[in-house]
Nanobody, 122 residues
Framework: VQLQASGGGFVQPGGSLRLSCTASGRTSSVNTFGWFRQAPGKERAFVAAVRWRGSPTYYANSVRGRFTISRDNAKDTVYLRMNNLQPEDTATYYC????????????????WGQGTQVTVSS
């Protein structure tokens, strides 16, 4: 499975961005899509995840109510809508996927996109 992430950029506090992650290859094996982020000097941290088939979504406490993860199965694409962005959201955002059920553990993810930079600053 190959993942292509896009949509990052520079925004002011309170602004919005939408990230996209498009999968190709053996997508029939995918069960879980997740977004993680990594700020300089910090570990890659869970942001949000969704089942490829089914409705449950999962969020880190720090983004719940501001970020929304969604998917378009016809386009093999997962989105992360980010509203009310704050400077602490600045990071490189990565999408990942795997065939298992654990949403939160980055070590369970088998495939990663290349990362897209989000910078929030006034």
């Amino acid at each position: 499975v190959q993942l292509q992430a896009s949509g990052g950029g520079f925004v002011q506090p309170g602004g919005s961005l939408r990230l996209s992650c498009t999968a190709s290859g053996r997508t029939s094996s995918v069960n879980t899509f997740g977004w993680f982020r990594q700020a300089p000097g910090k570990e890659r941290a869970f942001v949000a995840a969704v089942r490829w088939r089914g409705s449950p979504t999962y969020y880190a406490n720090s983004v719940r109510g501001r970020f929304t993860i969604s998917r378009d199965n016809a386009k093999d694409t997962v989105y992360l809508r980010m509203n009310n962005l704050q400077p602490e959201d600045t990071a490189t955002y990565y999408c990942g996927t795997h065939s298992k059920s654990d949403m939160y553990n980055r070590d369970e993810y088998d495939y990663w996109g290349q990362g897209t930079q989000v910078t929030v600053s006034s």
